[in-house]
């Protein structure tokens, strides 16, 4: 008997099984093993299959990324050549635009110049016909004469 609740607990005689039943049994289980390892082969097979068509396809996707950035590292390269020659045409405006900066007061102070000798002469032309002394109209036109040269190196 047992402490719990006053149960008596029996043993069953345990049965002995023949020698066909115990065959039988093994085939059972023998068919069941290889029904279920045909059944693994054949899902390792088909996870295989899958697993190289993974594979080739992540192979695609590097050989296409792979050539989609060596395209975009060639337009990179073109673009950096081509920032190198823009760079050199700026430097060489902004030398021109130097130039130039130093250039005009020159010029202006050119046409100044050669706009004071115009007027210089109009002015010098008018007082030789007003003149009536031979002698001053000689010398008049002598300084006429220096202030021609003088508007021919200007224009020059």
């Known amino acids: 008997m047992s402490a719990n609740e006053g149960k008596v607990h029996r043993l069953e005689p345990v049965r002995q099984p023949n ?3 115990e065959v039988v049994e093994q085939e059972t289980v023998e068919e069941k093993s290889g029904a279920s390892a045909t059944g693994v082969a054949e899902a390792q097979k088909d996870m295989s299959k899958v697993a190289m068509i993974v594979s080739l396809l992540a192979v695609l996707l590097l050989v296409i ?4 950035m060596n395209r975009n590292i060639a337009g990179l390269t073109q673009e950096v050549q081509s920032l190198g020659v823009l760079r050199e045409d700026v430097a060489n405006l902004d030398q021109r635009m130097l130039q130039m900066k130093q250039d005009v007061p020159v010029q202006m102070k050119r046409m100044l ?5 115009n007027e210089m002469a109009m002015k010098a032309f008018y007082l030789n016909d007003s003149l009536e002394d031979e002698a001053l109209r000689a010398k008049m036109q002598q300084v ?3 202030l021609k040269e003088i508007r021919e190196g200007l224009e020059k």
Do not use: P, R
């Open 19 to 21: 020698v066909a039943e």
């Open 144 to 146: 006429m004469q220096g």
């Open 65 to 68: 990324f792979f050539f989609g």
């Open 113 to 117: 110049a050669h706009d004071i000798v």
